[in-house]
């Protein structure tokens, strides 16, 4: 009678057990409540990222039956490579975040076609370095789309990095055109806060009656001939040293040399790309020729004494000649194009 109470004792617990495990196994594979997980972990974040680890990872996606109700994009990021400034990491992790919000923003509730069929994700390299094997991805920046019905990792649909320059914008065409949900218009902050802008309005209101009455007696800096004279030669030189291209494109001044970190490359070979500091130095020599030009037809001019006049006119010659050789030589060098001489035929 006690090994019968026994046997029964035993058989509860095993179907306990049992029951405990197929409860377990069917709420983690239950999509309704994987989606409501990852919506409560949204809302959690301020961001609307994500943050998945290797087992949070399997739980969302590996562990999963599909096609699952939902798709993620995986921003895969590493953050002891966020000191190196070439690959842009933290900025393109904010558009990638910004992009997050807007989604969530333009798509609040169930009235939404594309509410719950969207999560934003990151995984972070130390953390989860068999995640980044599985996915296999072995270089950053790196984006990836998990559909509904990929079941293989490797098999997702990674973002072109050329694709990185529009930074949220291209962001957000690339999961619209894949997965075909409303993304919606990038809410970007603005520059300025409300308090800041009042600030502002309020400095402005005290400050416009000086400045009326500086404007009427002619007290300005806008009257000062040498303001102008500055900001035409600064221009000139944002113009021609290439500044605008390099904001644009957020070129660094140099890179460190990957034979020798130790050192440091100002000047890169090759037509396609152009460092800062280079464009710095052509820039400089361009505006030698242009304030030497402007010296010698404004100001050399007004001088009476010829030997002086022609001094100065031999000197600015050379120095020209100079810069725009340094110019043409660095062009020859990057581009392999070389400027020729052509002697009028009536002199041969």
């Not at 809302?43 to 949070?56: A, E, F």
Request: hydrophobic letters at 45%; aromatic letters at 12%; one cysteine or more.
């Amino acid at each position: 009678m006690a090994m019968s109470a026994k046997s029964v004792t035993r058989l509860l617990l095993l179907t306990t057990l049992l029951s405990l495990f197929v409860s377990l196994t069917a709420s983690t594979s239950d999509p309704e409540e994987l989606v409501n997980e990852l919506l409560s972990l949204q809302s959690q974040s301020k961001t609307g990222v994500i943050h998945l680890d290797d087992h949070t990872l399997s739980r969302f996606l590996t562990s999963t039956k599909t096609p699952r109700p939902y798709s993620l994009l995986i921003f895969f990021d590493a953050k002891q490579l966020h000191d190196k400034h070439e690959l842009h990491l933290q900025e393109l992790h904010g558009e990638f975040s910004l992009v997050a919000s807007s989604f969530i923003l333009n798509n609040p509730d169930n009235s939404s076609t594309s509410y719950g069929k969207l999560f934003f994700c990151d995984i972070e390299f130390k953390e989860s370095q068999s995640s980044f094997s599985l996915f296999g991805v072995n270089s950053l920046p790196h984006i990836r789309l998990v559909g509904p019905n990929v079941r293989n990792p490797k098999e997702s649909e990674a973002m072109d990095q050329g694709d990185f320059s529009r930074m949220a914008e291209s962001m957000s065409d690339f999961v619209a055109s894949r997965t075909k949900l409303y993304v919606g218009p990038i809410h970007r902050p603005p520059i300025l806060s409300r308090n800041q802008l009042g600030f502002l309005f309020a400095v402005l209101l005290i400050w416009t009656p000086f400045m009326v009455k500086k404007v009427l007696t002619g007290q300005t800096l806008l009257h000062d001939p040498k303001i102008w004279l500055g900001g035409a030669v600064f221009v000139y030189f944002f113009s021609v040293s290439g500044a605008m291209h390099n904001i644009i494109r957020k070129m660094p001044m140099f890179l460190a040399d990957r034979n020798d970190p130790s050192k440091l490359i100002f000047f890169y070979q090759g037509s396609g790309m152009q460092l800062g500091a280079e464009g710095f130095a052509i820039g400089f020599l361009y505006t030698i020729v242009g304030l030497l030009l402007a010296f010698v037809t404004h100001v050399l001019v007004m001088v009476k004494n010829v030997t002086v006049q022609r001094s100065i006119m031999v000197v600015s010659l050379v120095v020209s000649f100079w810069a725009v050789n340094k110019v043409i030589y660095l062009d020859n060098w990057k581009t392999g194009y070389g400027v020729h001489t052509f002697w009028p035929s009536s002199w041969k």
